[in-house]
Nanobody, 115 residues
Framework: VQLQASGGGLVQAGGSLRLSCVAP????????MGWFRQAPGKRRELVAT????????NYADSVKGRFTISRDNAKNTLFLQMNSLKPEDTAVYYC?????????WGQGTQVTVSS
């Protein structure tokens, strides 16, 4: 299963980026989906997720009010709008899907926030 993430880059503190993740239709429609991130020397952590079907969301406290997870069901695409970025948001961001207990990961996209 291939999750294709894109949209990372270099941005100044206070700026914005939008990440995208395209998933196969059968995975997108039947999985919990979301975003995780991993900074150098740190454990991978949850950023934001949808429950299966997209009925509810969950955010890490550190991104609440700044990041928004959304989805386009017609295009099997997951988004993460990141506003008011901070240097501590610098990490590799991974798209994630949990399909009947089996996790799938995208290849990761680098987000770097300069101060």
């Amino acid at each position: 299963v291939q999750l294709q993430a894109s949209g990372g880059g270099l941005v100044q503190a206070g700026g914005s980026l939008r990440l995208s993740c395209v998933a196969p239709k059968n995975i997108f429609s039947s999985s919990a989906m979301g975003w995780f991130r991993q900074a150098p020397g740190k454990r991978r952590e949850l950023v934001a997720t949808f429950t299966r079907g997209g009925s509810s969301t969950n955010y890490a406290d550190s991104v609440k009010g700044r990041f928004t997870i959304s989805r386009d069901n017609a295009k099997n695409t997951l988004f993460l709008q990141m506003n008011s970025l901070k240097p501590e948001d610098t990490a590799v961001y991974y798209c994630w899907a949990l399909n009947f207990g089996i996790p799938y990961w995208g290849q990761g996209t680098q987000v770097t926030v300069s101060s």
